[in-house]
């Protein structure tokens, strides 16, 4: 009996070591599902590994990792060295050679007051209606009622002298003339080496651009500053055009694709000598060979504007000599430009004229008449839009152009 009731232990003992086994194993089974829904994305709703309802921040993809020390589907951020921004690259402005060549093309392409003459010219016996028709024509391309005079006296001595009908002949007489009222002789270099200063220290060439809204300024500015660069000039910037905000970005944009410096307002509405002043003084500073100070667009015929402009002088004289007072003016505008020119003249000495708008228009004796008119050289003609658009003015290349 004893030895039965042994054996009905041991039974017992091992039924409930089995029974333990077995829910065991139904947990670890069960615990094991329940990671498996906890991990589901579709059936967590909240991303991979949260649970339901539970909100968290989403590691960039890009920058997240899995961290081997941490356990499964821990995110770690790794620091990532911000990217070096690429050196921007700087263009090659052409050459005034080249824009030369270019400019010859584009006048002699245009037609108008060389290619009018020729033909008036060549007719042969001229009669008095043909000298009214080359007096109006003088007149229309804005050589002004001085010149035209000259000019058709000469014309009518030397046709009659000559007594031919011959193209070429004609061309030649032609090509004196006007060349001889666009006055070749006269000083056209720009001012651009460094200058000495009342304080015995050298300064750079402070030069002023000036004109009437409208007129292209600064962009023949931004032009000019390429021109320069194309002659290996080390250049600065001087937005002096604050009452614009768009002249000032304008004006950086032009810098920046040719490694100028532009000094420019912190705000709209500064004081645009004082923008003028700091301008020239951090040219000095920087060693710079030449400084380029836009100034804002002003109707000729406002008085306080105009009184602004001579100020804006006065102040950059102050800092360093001004080599230069360039007024921009448009080809198209004809003898309203004359106008213009004269009270810009009077109010700060200009030195030199800037032609824009020059190309294909018939309006090409603006040139000896704004010459006439001021005493000036014109020194660059605009030739379009294009960025190197802006090349020195030749006179012998200005009049073959027009007789070619």
Same mark, same amino acid.
């Given at each position: 009996? +004893?030895?039965?009731?042994?054996?009905?232990l041991?039974?017992v003992?091992?039924?409930?070591?089995?029974a333990?086994g077995?829910?065991?194993?139904?947990?670890l089974?069960?615990g094991r599902?329940s990671?498996d829904?906890?991990t589901?994305?579709?059936?967590?709703?909240s991303g991979p590994?949260?649970?339901?309802?539970?909100?968290?921040?989403?590691?960039d993809?890009?920058v997240?990792t899995?961290d081997p020390?941490?356990g499964a589907g821990a995110?770690?951020?790794?620091? %990532?060295?911000p990217a070096?921004e690429?050196?921007?690259?700087?263009e090659?402005p052409?050459s005034a050679?080249?824009?030369?060549?270019?400019?010859?093309e584009?006048?002699?392409?245009s037609?108008?007051l060389g290619q009018?003459l020729?033909s008036?010219?060549?007719?042969g016996?001229?009669s &008095?209606s043909?000298w &009214?028709?080359?007096? !109006?024509?003088l007149?229309l391309?804005?050589?002004?009622s001085?010149?035209?005079d !000259?000019?058709m006296?000469?014309?009518?001595?030397r046709?009659?002298v000559?007594g031919?009908?011959?193209?070429q002949q004609v061309?030649?007489l032609?090509?004196e003339e006007l060349?001889?009222?666009?006055?070749? @002789?006269m000083?056209r270099?720009?001012?651009v080496s460094?200058?000495?200063?009342d304080?015995? $220290?050298p300064h750079?060439?402070?030069?002023?651009?000036?004109?009437?809204?409208?007129?292209?300024k600064?962009?023949?500015v931004?032009?000019?500053?390429?021109?320069l %660069?194309?002659e290996d000039r080390?250049?600065?910037?001087?937005?002096a055009?604050?009452?614009r905000?768009a002249a000032a970005?304008q004006?950086?944009?032009?810098?920046e694709?040719?490694?100028?410096?532009?000094?420019?307002a912190?705000r709209e509405?500064?004081d645009?000598a004082? *923008?003028?002043?700091e301008? *020239?003084k951090s040219?000095? +500073?920087?060693? %710079?060979?030449?400084v380029?100070?836009?100034? @804002?667009?002003?109707?000729?015929?406002?008085?306080?504007l105009?009184?602004e402009?001579?100020?804006?002088?006065?102040?950059? /004289?102050k800092?360093a000599p *001004?080599?230069e007072?360039l007024l921009?003016?448009?080809a198209?505008?004809? $003898?309203?430009?004359?106008?213009q020119? $004269?009270?810009?003249? +009077? /109010?700060?000495d200009?030195t030199g004229?800037?032609?824009?708008?020059?190309?294909?228009?018939?309006?090409?004796?603006?040139?000896v008449?704004?010459?006439r008119t001021l005493g000036?050289p %014109?020194?660059?003609v605009g030739l379009?839009?294009?960025?190197d658009?802006?090349?020195?003015?030749?006179?012998?290349?200005?009049?073959d152009?027009?007789?070619?």
């Open positions: 009996m +004893e030895l039965l009731a042994d054996i009905w041991y039974l003992i091992a039924a409930v070591a089995v333990g077995l829910v065991g194993l139904v947990r089974r069960s599902r990671d829904i906890e589901d994305g579709s059936e967590a709703g590994g949260v649970p339901r309802g539970t909100s968290t921040a989403v590691a993809p890009d997240a899995t020390h941490s995110s770690v951020a790794e620091e %990532v060295a070096a690429p050196a921007p690259v700087l090659r052409e050679a080249g824009r030369m060549v270019r400019l010859r584009r006048l002699a392409r037609g108008g009018t020729l008036l010219l060549s007719r016996d001229l &008095e043909d &009214e028709e080359i007096e !109006e024509t007149l391309a804005d050589i002004g001085g010149p035209t !000259e000019l006296a000469a014309l009518r001595t046709v009659k000559l031919t009908t011959d193209p061309r030649g032609l090509r060349l001889t009222l666009v006055d070749p @002789a000083d270099r720009l001012a460094p200058v000495t200063g304080d015995g $220290q750079p060439a402070t030069i002023l651009m000036v004109g009437v809204n409208g007129t292209g600064t962009t023949t931004g032009k000019l500053a390429r021109l %660069v194309a080390d250049v600065m910037l001087g937005a055009d604050t009452f905000a970005d004006l950086s944009t032009w810098g694709r040719v490694g100028v410096p532009v000094v420019r912190d509405g500064a645009p004082s *923008v003028a002043f301008a *020239v040219g000095r +500073e920087a060693g %710079v060979d030449v380029l100070v836009d100034t @804002a667009g002003r109707l000729q015929n406002k008085a306080g105009m009184d402009l001579g100020k804006i002088r006065r102040v950059v /004289a800092n *001004v080599s007072v921009v003016l448009d198209t505008t004809g $003898q309203n430009g004359m106008r020119a $004269q009270v810009f003249a +009077e /109010a700060v200009v004229i800037v032609l824009t708008k020059l190309d294909g228009t018939a309006k090409g004796g603006i040139v008449a704004v010459q000036v %014109v020194k660059f379009g839009e294009g960025p658009d802006l090349a020195p003015f030749e006179a012998e290349a200005f009049v152009a027009l007789v070619a």
